[in-house]
């Protein structure tokens, strides 16, 4: 599949992106992150931002309406900005989203914002298999950093449908080399790679290319699920 992608145009992205605006952890703001990326040679980013308890501490008195308000202002401010200055750059939705009970952290695509706006009030209050159970065919549940020493650990296989197999932030030992062996030993399991951007020197290590154009969230799942993509 790589050697035939090779000889096509192809369209790179990053599927694992934070932002100070709702990841304090996060030391760029979106305008700097997206400007840093486009540089980058980058044709899109999925922003991920956390969605754990921080962001419920983070938002403490807000409605519900209201914090997924803030949880979408840095993606729909890019995108308006990028619109009124004829760019062409996609942004996706995205999240890391953190179960109360779980230490581990989980991707997931094919988002909407109805969907945050009228379920997601109860997603961190689940654990991994019952939002498996409910989102399977809706979502793509991807576990994040699953060997990242001292913080995560690879979840239960039957309720992900992949794992990150590259994830490069340069300030964990994120354990790639194993969970790459998870992935040949059981592949049905979609790998993904991300820079897991938070700061500048974290800007574009990694990510994925397809021979295709991915510019909205349903595409982003059928190019994932059809294996239709090289990791960077």
Known sequence: MESELKKEKMWKYDLHVHTREVSPC???SVEEVVNAYMESGYDGIWITNHFHREFLELTEGMDWNKKIDFYLKPIRDAVKNLKDAGKNFHIGLGMELRFLTDPNDYLIYGLSEKLLYNEADRWLYMDLQSFYEKYKDRLLIIQAH????????PADIDYLHGMEAVNTSPRHDSGNEKTQKILIMHPW???TAGSDSHRPEDIGRTGIMAGESIDTEERLVAVLKSREYALI
């Open 26 to 28: 996060g030391r760029m």
């Open 146 to 153: 699953p060997n990242r020493a001292d913080s995560s650990y």
């Open 189 to 191: 399991m979609i790998p």
